[in-house]
């Protein structure tokens, strides 16, 4: 173990530096699942939609089952998506919510993941001089990381950025790395988290400064289903691990006969779906890219001329716009330039 000296302050250490083979031994200890297939410990998954898009009612169900050991929805087979091996202690960090909302959704929700208490800090129960955390300013992130720590607190779930944390500038990058910080202190920590955000205007994106993504192992966006109420679809643009089922799918929140309610899980989504969720990942810098890596998902060599067909049906039916097409491939691009 060797030292990289720094002028430290706030009593902060000096780094170390490690050789590769620890990390090759590391390697083999991967850490432990909070939910199958969705994500372990420290890691952290970002969830995104327009309002009214069900991201609320998915952060407490995955809150939930974290805290219950139970799955976080069930497949239209009956069998369990994204279980929790065992259960943990978690804290879920609301800015939006009011006591009555998020009663209500427990009094439903309880019934099939759980009795047990998850730790809730909620703005709207609070004094109306009361403090609160603003998860830009570095004394609140540590305040709130010192909390987990002691607690032993092992996820937790901030819903939303926009209503946790003060930004000038989402747009500017400058303006989001403080955020950035926060989630690099919580996954040096060992807190597995999850972010819940806004989309931007369009609909095509997180709300915000690209820098927010840099962290995060998973990066989910919701769409409601504009006919069914309780329907939406999850699509990943981002899946940094092998671990990851990153398939998309659709959910429902499903009531049952005795007025409790759960997600259901429904089967993938349509290739044109997919190929939207490839596009708007950005890890593809042209068009060909994204035909081989939808090949690779769907187990299925696709022709170019049927890529180009489903491209224009994606546009036609407004998936994606043309110029957002173009400005993933564009952002890629530029990623792919700054990586190297």
Not at 22 to 27: G, I
Not at 80 to 86: S, T
Not at 154 to 171: C, G, K, P, Q, S
Request: glycine share 4%.
């Amino acid at each position: 173990m060797i030292i990289f000296k720094m002028n430290t302050n706030n009593g902060e250490h000096n780094p170390t530096i490690y050789k590769t083979g620890k990390l090759r031994v590391e390697a083999h200890n991967q850490p432990e699942d909070i939910l199958q297939g969705l994500i372990r410990q420290g890691e952290q998954v970002l969830v995104y939609s327009s309002t009214g898009s069900y991201k609320s009612w998915l952060g407490t169900a995955l809150w939930l089952a974290v805290a219950n050991g139970r799955p976080v929805a069930i497949t239209t087979d009956g069998l369990d998506k994204w279980k929790a091996p065992k259960a943990r202690k978690v804290l879920l960090l609301d800015g939006e919510l009011d006591q009555f909302d998020l009663g209500e959704r427990l009094n439903k929700l309880c019934p099939n993941y759980g009795d047990n208490e998850g730790l809730v800090l909620m703005r709207q129960m609070q004094q109306i001089n009361s403090a609160f955390p603003n998860l830009a300013e570095p004394i609140d992130q540590d305040s709130l990381i010192n909390f987990c720590v002691e607690q032993a607190i092992e996820l937790i779930v901030l819903d939303n950025l926009t209503t946790l944390a003060d930004v000038a500038d989402e747009n500017a990058a400058s303006a989001m790395k403080p955020l950035t910080h926060l989630l690099q202190k919580l996954k040096a920590a060992g807190i597995a988290t999850v972010l819940i955000h806004h989309s931007n205007k369009g609909d095509n994106s997180y709300r915000g400064s690209t820098v927010l993504a840099t962290t995060f192992n998973a990066i989910i966006k919701l769409k409601r289903d504009t006919v069914e109420r309780g329907l939406f679809s999850l699509i990943f643009e981002k899946a940094r691990n092998s671990h990851i089922e990153n398939q998309a799918l659709k959910m429902r929140l499903k009531t049952i006969e005795n007025g409790s309610m759960l997600l259901e899980s429904n089967a993938e989504l349509s290739n044109y779906e997919i190929i939207v969720s490839l596009v708007e990942s950005r890890d593809y810098c042209d068009d060909n890219s994204i035909r081989v890596a939808l090949s690779e998902k769907i187990c299925k060599v696709i022709p170019q001329p049927t890529f180009a067909r489903w491209k224009k049906s994606c546009i036609s039916e407004k998936l994606i716009t043309v110029e957002n097409w173009k400005k993933c491939l564009t952002d890629a691009a530029a990623l792919d330039c700054d990586l190297s």
